[in-house]
């Protein structure tokens, strides 16, 4: 059974920048994963982003819908992690604006 995860992120960056930003940012996932990601697939359609993290033994699903003032997050947690839903969407919603800080590739 899949415990399913939503959080919005407001921004004043407009839809291009949020979605710029995400993209250079991104490879920074890892880092806030307890144990790390063993896998992250990415894939773009359009403005959402589509994840598919290895983590733990287990493949988590999220998609990031790019919107003019927000971003949507959707995390989809299989079996046990669904747990964990709790703290994991309380990371996001502290942690999450990350993604939309300045690219670090630019450094």
């Known amino acids: 059974m899949q415990q399913a995860i939503e959080v919005d992120l407001a921004h004043d960056l407009g839809k291009t920048e949020a979605r710029s930003r995400i ?3 991104i490879g920074s996932l890892e880092d806030h994963i307890p144990g790390g990601a063993v896998d992250v ?3 773009w359609e359009g403005d959402s982003l589509y994840l598919d993290i290895g983590a733990m ?3 988590v699903a999220a998609r ?3 919107e003019e003032t927000k971003v ?3 995390v989809e947690l299989p079996g046990l992690l669904g747990m964990f839903a709790g703290p ?3 990371m ?3 942690r999450g604006d990350d993604l939309l800080l300045e690219d670090r590739r630019k450094d």
Do not use: F, M
Request: zero cysteines; proline letters at 0%; a neutral charge.
């Open 23 to 25: 993209a250079g940012n």
């Open 92 to 94: 996001l919603q502290s």
């Open 64 to 66: 990031l819908d790019v």
């Open 57 to 59: 033994g287990q493949t």
């Open 41 to 43: 697939v990415e894939r």
């Open 72 to 74: 949507h997050i959707k």
């Open 88 to 90: 994991i969407q309380a």
